[in-house]
């Protein structure tokens, strides 16, 4: 009873230091301040000049993590953002598009990487391999606007 | 009969209002992160600023984890930590000066959650994550942190 005990203590504590960890997602720069060029502008805050509201918009970038280190499909921060949204925008005639709020919803800490590449690799009691995959999406939205 | 009907419905009115007890809470969590007037330490804020800046990126911070015990968040998945122990360190890597229009997020659990965890310790359920997203941005040389104004 006490070796079951400590078995579970010790499971509990390799869970709670195993499983947690931390996952960074980085994009590459937005528009800086002050703003020239003909790009679309886009900021995470205000419109450094007057403007019209034309609308808003959203994307979300589906796709896959394979083996924990493939990824393959849309769901990346520069490609929702800088690719998706930035078509809507010019699509909506739009200067740029601004207030943009993202969440990759589901990132990959290291420690979930190594755990799904580890079960990949393994063989089960039939001799069978099953490469895990995650499904995996990023979510971006803002304001579409024109220039005065 | 009528007293077994009565008892019946004295018992659920009992097992509601326990439920209610356990389950009717408010939950708060805080992040104590003064700004720095000098700016020794890059400045955090949800809003936007005013002045020129160049933007170095987006960026988004998760810390995942699993409440040992229904209590013990041995890796840190609060907001403090998040904001202090990651977040802080990636902008300074990136040589940013700040991070403005920061979002966030921290998993809440009830407490009576947490108390049929502690019970059941053995199946861990109590996944516990906190995300902050923001834009690091580095100041024009002599420039200030001066948050835009909001007119109502």
Known sequence: MKHLTEHILLLSLALGLGTGCTAVSQAGPLSSRPFEGNQVYLSTGASPRPYQTLGFVQATGFGNQVAGVITVGDAQLDGTIKGALVNAVIKMRGDGLINIEFLDENPQTPAEQMGDLADSMSVDKNGNREIKTRWRSVHAKGEVIRFL | MKTNILSASFKTALAVACCASFTACTIVNTAVLPSDPKMHSPFVTTGDIQGP????????????????????????????????????????????????NVRFHQTQVLPFTQVVQAIFFPIPFLWTEVTITGEVVKLAPGGTVQPVLQHG
Do not use: A, C, W
């Not at chain 2, 990126?57 to 229904?70: S, Y």
């Not at chain 2, 209590?71 to 360190?89: C, S, W």
């Open chain 2, 53 to 100: 800046y160049q933007s170095l990126g987006l960026l988004q911070i998760t810390r995942k984890g699993h409440l040992l015990f229904g209590f013990v968040d041995l890796v840190g998945t609060d907001i403090q930590t998040g904001f202090t122990e990651t977040l802080m360190p990636e902008v300074r890597r990136l040589n940013g000066d700040g991070i403005i």
